[in-house]
T-cell receptor, first 111, second 115 residues
Framework: DAKTTQPNSMESNEEEPVHLPCNHS???????IHWYRQLPSQGPEYVIH???SNVNNRMASLAIAEDRKSSTLILHRATLRDAAVYYC????????????FGTGTRLTIIP | EAGVTQFPSHSVIEKGQTVTLRCDPI?????LYWYRRVMGKEIKFLLH????????ESGMPNNRFLAERTGGTYSTLKVQPAELEDSGVYFC?????????????FGNGTRLTVT
């Protein structure tokens, strides 16, 4: 199974952009890159996912390196509500439906 | 649209008792998943339903755990008899498509405490 590596924790000031890195050097050509986050006392929440091209949605942007060995989740303007544990997860195509959650990055937002 | 709903939110039972957790997925979602986080560990996959059929139950810890999804709507996860190591938070998720390329929508979980 391809694995991901994320920093254990990060801090960011409120209203500033946040760049959360993820390394996945053993990624295969069919692996999708997913980001989920978990706020305190809640279930995981989908943030964004992509395969090769950069992706944008209302919550965040996903920047994928050209060689796909790393990616960055970008929160454009952090709010206190963005304080959570962020998980970078690889999933492959049909036949394996397990999402493997690692330890993630605990993001602290400083008011 | 209503989200994934789980009942109860908390359950405290004694070792040896039986507990049944319920999950109501988002309407129209054929795919339903169970995950759990035991104390201090990572969130782990338990099993996956497509409609009423179990597609993958490789994450189920042992035969004390039984999941059902009769009629392809809500699902139940029964633990019988419960052991201390079963304590943790049990999450249910649903999706329209398969998880490799579709968002999973998670419920807020059931916190199970076995004493």
């Amino acid at each position: 199974d391809a694995k991901t590596t994320q920093p254990n924790s990060m801090e960011s000031n409120e209203e500033e952009p946040v760049h959360l890195p993820c390394n996945h050097s053993t990624i295969s050509g069919t692996d999708y890159i997913h980001w989920y986050r978990q706020l305190p006392s809640q279930g995981p929440e989908y943030v964004i996912h992509g395969l090769t091209s950069n992706v944008n949605n209302r919550m965040a942007s996903l920047a994928i390196a050209e060689d796909r060995k790393s990616s960055t989740l970008i929160l454009h303007r952090a709010t206190l509500r963005d304080a959570a544990v962020y998980y970078c997860i690889l999933s492959w195509n049909f036949g394996n439906e397990k999402l493997t959650f690692g330890t993630g990055t605990r993001l602290t937002i400083i008011p | 649209e209503a989200g994934v709903t789980q009942f109860p939110s908390h359950s405290v039972i004694e070792k040896g008792q039986t507990v049944t957790l319920r999950c109501d997925p988002i309407s129209g979602h054929d795919n339903l998943y169970w995950y759990r986080r035991v104390m201090g560990k990572e969130i782990k996959f338990l099993l996956h339903f497509v409609k009423e059929s179990k597609q993958d139950e490789s994450g189920m810890p042992n035969n004390r755990f039984l999941a059902e999804r009769t009629g392809g709507t809500y699902s139940t996860l029964k633990v019988q008899p419960a052991e201390l190591e079963d304590s943790g938070v049990y999450f249910c998720a649903s999706s329209q498509g398969l998880s490799y390329n579709s968002p999973l929508h998670f419920g807020n979980g059931t916190r199970l405490t076995v004493t």
